[in-house]
């Protein structure tokens, strides 16, 4: 089965900043998007952003615009998302996704449902 490793969440007063970082630990495919999500406490999981690691599209979710930014290095096979200025509301597990398909032909990669691949969260908490 495919995994991935989730990495740089914590806990940070609001105006701080993380970077979070998703790296696979087994082959995935040539092309594939991923995708930041997050949950909180009795909530459903949300998208935050997602990018291609062919494509130079990305996609951010209105929320955290001006905030996050989401980068890929595909040297590394990595997929990083920077969390600047962060808000209590940002409070969440964070979970980065994959699926094996070129992002045009996604409806809408910040959806869950289109993901196939899914690592184990890692927390973030900002206090206010």
């Known amino acids: 089965e495919v995994q991935f490793v989730e990495s740089g969440g914590g806990l940070v007063q609001a105006g701080g900043s993380l970077r979070l970082s998703c790296t696979p630990s087994g082959f995935i495919s040539d092309e594939y998007v991923t995708g930041w999500f997050r949950q909180a406490p009795g909530k459903e999981r949300e998208g935050v952003s997602c990018?291609?690691?062919?494509?130079?599209?990305?996609y951010l979710t209105d929320s955290v615009k001006g905030r996050f930014t989401i980068s890929s290095d595909n040297a590394k096979n990595t997929v990083y998302l920077q969390m600047n200025n962060l808000k209590p509301e940002d409070t969440a597990i964070y979970y980065c996704?994959?699926?094996?398909?070129?992002?045009?032909?996604?409806?809408?990669?910040?959806?869950?449902?289109?993901?196939?691949?899914w690592g184990q969260g890692t927390q973030v908490t900002v206090s206010s």
């Open positions: 996704g994959a699926v094996t398909r070129d992002i045009v032909l996604l409806h809408n990669c910040l959806e869950p449902y289109e993901y196939d691949f």
């Open positions: 990018i291609s690691n062919r494509d130079d599209k990305l």
